[in-house]
Structures are given as C-alpha cells and as structure tokens.
C-alpha cells in the first residue's frame, strides 16, 4: 500500500513538523504501515522535486499509540542542534489525555522511579528511587471534566518511556484505551486517548521562538 502524504504542520529551510497518526511508527519497523518519517521524505521529495535521497534526521519519537506533534530535521547540523537542545531538556513539551476518574487535586505534580521491562515492553512506577530506575516528572491541569472522565493538560520535565501513561496510572487516572496501564477498555486499532499537541523550543539557527500547536484532543467516546 502506498503511503499517505502526512499532515504537515509547520516548515521551514530547517526543520519540519508533521502529525503521527496513532498507530503509526516514527521510524520504519518490519510488517508495520509506512512510517511517518517515510511519509514526510515522500512529501519533501515530490514537493521540492528532488532527484536522490531526501535527508530527514529523527529528532524524537512517540509511542506508537499515542499520536501528535512529530519534529523533524531536514539537516544534519539543524539535527544536531535540536539533538543538543532536546538533551538540555530546553523543549516545552505539552500533551492532552482523557483519563478515567477525575483527579483528586486539579492541579498537581508527579514525581515517580521508572523502571523498564523491555521485554514485555513495560514499565512500573515506584515512589521512591530503586536500583535501575530513572526519575521521571511531570505536571498536570485537568481542563475539562465529562462525567467519570477528565481531559489534563499534561507538562512533561522528563521523557521517559511510557512515562505519561504510567504516572496518570499509577495517580488512579489511566488513559482511555490504554488497557496495558489499567484503562477499563481498549478501542479499536490499539488506539490511546493521549495526543502530543505543543511543542515549544527556540529554533537552532534563526534563535526565534517556536511554538507549534494543535486543537484540543477530542474526547474519544
């Protein structure tokens, strides 16, 4: 099957940031659909009519249920610099996710040890620091509450593996659809109610500040 020409949501000589469906792969991976960053080469080479091989170096990923802002460097030294900045954690990164039960605070910040299972592709929180966890932290505003359900804005201030998903769980809150962090049902297509939807960095080369964004995270039903 051929790949779709992505969503693109902002460009420029540099960088470029496109939407990743939930679902869908950052990167390539065997026996998965076209991946978001084969999608983004196909878009560059057709729109700017390359002749040979389109340049695009993987910034940052999202687990593949989850869906949102991807960034991408379309050179090597805008790939390096971002590298650099990601690295120094000087990227704002927001998210929304519709959870189960509202949170007893509306306003709150978690702090947990992370440690993985990559084997069975999982990771536990603890309260305290233990031998191979990673500290993980984040914030969180509930915007909006429907019924047993609330939608948060989420900050992270660490970017570990499936961190959002089992903090909010660990809270008593777990995603929708997220079945493996406790949610009471899975939809369809493995999808999560968790959308990255702002990024927010000063650019590597023009020092602007950037600030890409999309709408609100519709509640999933």
């Known amino acids: 099957m051929p790949a779709l020409m992505p969503k693109i949501l902002w460009e420029d000589n540099h960088l470029i940031a496109a939407f990743k469906q939930s679902g869908q792969t950052v990167q390539p991976e065997p ?17 700017y009519q390359k002749p040979g091989a389109v340049y695009l170096g993987v910034i940052h990923r999202l ?32 998210y929304q996710t519709w959870v189960h039960y509202k949170p007893v605070a509306p306003t709150g910040h978690l702090l947990n040890w992370l ?24 914030t969180y505003e509930v915007l909006q509450i429907k019924g047993k359900f609330a939608l948060l804005k989420v900050t992270l201030l ?9 903090q909010l769980s660990t809270l008593g809150c777990p995603i929708l ?12 297509d493995n999808y999560i109610a968790l959308q990255a939807c702002e990024l927010a960095f000063v650019h590597p080369v023009s020092n602007e500040n950037i600030h890409i964004k999309i709408e609100n995270l519709i509640f999933p039903g």
């Open 115 to 138: 440690k993985r299972d990559e084997k069975k592709n999982f990771t536990k929180a603890y309260s305290t620091e233990i031998k191979q966890s990673e500290k993980a932290e984040l």
């Open 158 to 166: 660490t970017g570990r593996k499936h961190q959002i998903r089992v």
């Open 177 to 188: 659809g997220d079945k493996k962090y406790g949610a009471l049902y899975a939809y369809e």
């Open 63 to 94: 687990d593949m249920p989850v869906e949102g802002i991807v960034l991408f460097a379309k050179t090597s030294k805008a790939l390096v610099r971002m590298n650099e900045i990601f690295q120094q954690r000087a990227v704002q990164k927001i």
């Open 31 to 47: 026996n998965k659909p076209a991946s978001l960053e084969e999608e983004v080469k196909i878009y560059l080479k057709e729109k």
